[in-house]
T-cell receptor, first 109, second 112 residues
Framework: RKEVEQDPGPFNVPEGATVAFNCTYS??????FFWYRQDCRKEPKLLMS???SGNEDGRFTAQLNRASQYISLLIRDSKLSDSATYLC??????????FGSGTRLQVQP | EAGVTQFPSHSVIEKGQTVTLRCDPI?????LYWYRRVMGKEIKFLLH????????ESGMPNNRFLAERTGGTYSTLKVQPAELEDSGVYFC??????????FGPGTRLTVT
């Protein structure tokens, strides 16, 4: 079983749609949680950190449920430029990051 | 502020040769990490430096990989001798406080 599990997609959505990604992690000792965005053949770019209280940055909302070991990302009013792979990333006690395989999003005109 | 830089961007070498990858972290970031993505797999941790000290090298695949960070600034990752399964993208990341990590553009290594 992978340490961080994500639905690989692809999610094909029209512009303006709301889309949600989910992720589960297996290590209950995990201490930090992130969503990164990766464009084709580029490096992962930090999208947002995820907190138990939930956090929002513009059209993006992230949520963490520690009891269920579940992380979510909601994107509202999707733009063409949101097309990318979204990586669920978890930080362990030794600070190394553990990556999911990513969920591919394609926003269509 | 300049981001994390890596050199070279691409490297093609033959099996048995040596390759050295370089990473320059964001200025002032004490924490430096190496990760690798092999084709079809997720990004995997290799090792973590705090300044010039190796904090965690649990992800290094074998003793053909040697990482250094002399002086606590830039880091090098040497693969000697390279094998076919070493092909992939090697990412470097840095962090000021061991929390959010910022990634460089990666070095795409192809071993033929």
């Amino acid at each position: 079983r992978k340490e961080v599990e994500q639905d690989p997609g692809p999610f094909n959505v029209p512009e303006g749609a709301t889309v949600a990604f989910n992720c589960t992690y297996s290590n209950s000792a995990s201490q930090s949680f992130f969503w990164y965005r990766q464009d084709c053949r580029k490096e992962p770019k930090l999208l947002m950190s995820v907190y138990s209280s939930g956090n929002e940055d513009g059209r993006f909302t992230a949520q963490l449920n520690r009891a269920s070991q579940y992380i979510s990302l909601l994107i509202r009013d999707s733009k063409l430029s949101d097309s990318a792979t979204y990586l669920c990333v978890v930080g362990g006690g030794r600070r190394a990051l553990t990556f999911g395989s990513g969920t591919r999003l394609q926003v269509q005109p | 502020e300049a981001g994390v830089t890596q050199f070279p961007s691409h490297s093609v070498i033959e099996k048995g040769q040596t390759v050295t990858l370089r990473c320059d972290p964001i200025s002032g970031h004490d924490n430096l990490y190496w990760y690798r993505r092999v084709m079809g797999k997720e990004i995997k941790f290799l090792l973590h430096f705090v300044k010039e000290s190796k904090q965690d090298e649990s992800g290094m695949p074998n003793n053909r990989f040697l990482a250094e960070r002399t002086g606590g600034t830039y880091s090098t990752l040497k693969v000697q001798p390279a094998e076919l399964e070493d092909s992939g993208v090697y990412f470097c990341a840095s962090s000021p406080h061991n929390y959010e990590q910022y990634f460089g553009p990666g070095t795409r290594l192809t071993v033929t």
